[in-house]
Nanobody
Framework: VQLQASGGGAVQPGGSLRLSCAGS????????MGWYRQVPGKQRELVAT???????KYAEFVEDRFTISRDNRKNTVYLQMNSLKPEDTAVYYC????????????WGHGTLVTVSS
């Protein structure tokens, strides 16, 4: 399984970015896909996840600013980020987790999001 993330970049506070992550190389049925982020010196933290059925969960800091979605036909998950704040600056990682047999977890490479004026 491979996860290819894209869409990071630099944006001013209050701006928007859309991250994409395309999965390949395996079956994504019953797979939970999500986004995590990490800043230097801190642990990686959950941003949002979405089940294959479309159930989404968000970290509290998202505060309705981000929307996670997925296209099961393309094995792709998206993260629309609006009203970005400087504290959203981090490397964002795509994750795919299959919680049923065969159980597996894969990470994509990180994509840097920088929010600065």
């Amino acid at each position: 399984v491979q996860l290819q993330a894209s869409g990071g970049g630099a944006v001013q506070p209050g701006g928007s970015l859309r991250l994409s992550c395309a999965g390949s190389g395996g079956s994504f049925s019953a797979v939970v896909m999500g986004w995590y982020r990490q800043v230097p010196g801190k642990q990686r933290e959950l941003v949002a996840t979405i089940s294959s059925g479309g159930t989404a969960k968000y970290a509290e800091f998202v505060e309705d600013r981000f929307t996670i979605s997925r296209d099961n036909r393309k094995n792709t998950v998206y993260l629309q980020m609006n009203s970005l704040k400087p504290e959203d600056t981090a490397v964002y990682y795509c994750n795919a987790k299959r919680p049923v047999t065969p159980v597996w977890t894969y990470w994509g490479h990180g994509t840097l999001v920088t929010v600065s004026s």
